[in-house]
């Protein structure tokens, strides 16, 4: 059994005295894991680094087996980021909940392909630009949130309001279906309620700090309660240091 494809390194974890497993997501063959022979060696190491785009050559005798990994450098998106704290710690965060909430051999093309426009945004930001300078691809960052929850099934349906079937003045998410809701319907509710960031709505709003934490507030709140604590695990620590980051 054999295929090749492109892979973004989500991770990759020690295995005996030299090797490597390398957890890829691949547009055909989603995330999917690997051995890689010298994986430990210093040259192996910068390839094996998270956020490189490769080429990436699988073999196994069985296709339940693990395999072994061939692979060629395409792109390096971390050593771009490396000196803007907040922005790898943003390009961590995708990594670590791509890896933790994708199941093994799912194939994810869109996904993929969106978590590649978003790393290309991070690599477009200004370093180090100041808050304004990161509000632009940190709302990226939340828009890309809300497509993984979509494709772990879990999409939130944004178009209309929930109780009243208005398309106007969307400012909530109801936490239980995951669909928007108008001011004048929640005002009874609003404590209840998820704040609806404009931004996510219309892609020319400039979002606000307060936006940014809300967009952040909501898709954390599906990704924590619908997909990791029904699994009984828990968010990723890299997501958890990238809010704490973004708060500051």
Known sequence: MEWRDQGLVLSARKHGETAAIVSLLSPAQGRHLGLVRGGQSRRRQ??????????????????????????????????????????????????????????????????????????????????RGGEDGARGWIAGYVRWELGLLDCLGFGLDLSACAATGTTEDLVYVSPRSGRAVSRDAGAPYREKLLALPAFLMDPEAVPSRMDIAAGLALTGYFLQSHHFAAAGRAMPAARNRFIDAVGK
């Open 46 to 127: 910068g390839l094996l680094q998270p956020g490189n785009l490769v080429d990436a050559h699988w073999r196994a005798r069985l296709e339940e087996h693990l395999g072994t990994f061939t692979l060629e450098a395409i792109h390096g998106f971390s050593a771009v980021v490396l000196d803007d704290p907040l922005r790898l710690k943003g390009l961590s965060a995708a990594l670590a909940l791509l890896d933790a909430g994708l199941a093994e051999r799912e194939a994810h093309e869109g996904i993929f392909h969106g978590t590649i426009a978003l790393l290309r945004a991070l690599e477009a930001a200004p370093g």
